[in-house]
């Protein structure tokens, strides 16, 4: 388990209140993690000869991607198949015109018949084979499900929209559609990141999300909220574009004790004002309780300025 960074967020001069309150609590439809699950099954059908373009193509980092070669006619689904496999190859950006395209690339693929069971053993074989080496990635479980279950839920997708994780910072930066197929551990796709590398670099934390998310304070056009991020705060880049979005001013407090570090910054309108780091100082353990911990003490300006100091 990763040693937790408490965060606090007070946002000043919110221009939205509502859509950040919803933001924060998550449950609303998520477009990308729709386009992430439909983006898998089409790339499995592809790799398996279900799905094939209107023309030749070329895919370096998985050639077989494309190995089955060109359709054998030009139907709508061949079509739609080649938008999604141009948006797939380009890395689209999974903002929300990007995903209900897709989405409709998905629809007109009419995939979502392929079930399982009307599947021919060849197309099985290749499909289980790559669930085997990704689906702790796919399946986004440590016991992920029997194949067949797996592949028909991706069927099913359409219908039943994956709700908005609790502050999703993929819905304030968008992701990439390749790195998001590719996975957490990645390894498929040669020259493409993982998610975890482009989550760190993009997100400032391996998981983009805000767990534990608490809003503490609300007022007419401000609004506090604490959540953690796993070993590291949520990156500059992110809190920028919540200023931007959301409010004129944007204070961000964050600690992580294991680790000894602490910062502060404040972002006008996207622009970033102040931004600094520190060591926590310690008190004094008590000499007599071998089990005692020392309190943090400092710096004066963390102290009541995050829920707790992570760890």
């Not at 398996?48 to 991607?65: D, F, K």
Request: hydrophobic share 35%.
């Amino acid at each position: 388990m990763p040693n937790w960074c408490a965060n606090r967020l007070m946002f000043n001069g919110i221009k939205n209140s509502d859509a950040l309150k919803t933001w924060i609590a998550g449950g609303e439809p998520s477009l990308h993690r729709r386009a992430r699950k439909e983006g898998i099954q089409l790339f499995l059908a592809g790799c398996a000869g279900i799905l094939r373009p209107l023309t030749e193509q070329h895919y370096s980092p998985y050639p077989q991607l494309v190995s089955y070669g060109a359709a054998a006619d030009n139907r709508p689904s061949a079509q739609a198949y080649s938008d999604w496999l141009a948006m797939f190859m380009a890395g689209a950006v999974l903002n929300v015109e990007t995903c209900q395209t897709l989405h409709q690339c998905w629809l007109d693929s009419h995939i979502a018949c392929a079930r399982w069971d009307t599947l021919s053993e060849p197309e099985q074989s290749v499909i289980r084979q790559m669930y085997q080496q990704k689906s702790f990635d796919w399946g986004d479980s440590f016991r992920p499900a029997p194949v067949d279950e797996w592949w028909d839920s991706l069927c099913d997708v359409g219908s039943a929209v994956p709700a908005a994780d609790p502050m999703d910072f993929r819905d304030v930066l968008p992701t990439r559609l390749d790195i998001e197929v590719n996975g957490f551990n990645g390894g498929l796709l040669t020259g493409v990141p993982s998610s975890y590398d482009h989550y760190l670099t993009r997100y400032g934390c391996k998981w983009p999300v805000g767990y534990e998310a608490n809003i503490c304070f609300a007022g007419e056009n401000t609004l506090t909220v604490d959540f953690d991020t796993p070993w590291s705060p949520v990156g500059e880049d992110v809190v920028a574009e919540l200023s931007q979005r959301y409010g004129g001013e944007l204070e961000h407090w964050f600690a992580e004790q294991g680790c000894n570090y602490c910062g502060y910054a404040r972002y006008v309108c996207g622009e970033t004002d102040v931004y600094i780091t520190d060591e926590l100082e310690w008190g004094e353990a008590d000499p007599d309780d071998e089990d005692s911990f020392p309190d943090v003490t400092g710096p004066e300006w963390i102290i009541n300025n995050v829920a707790h100091f992570g760890g």
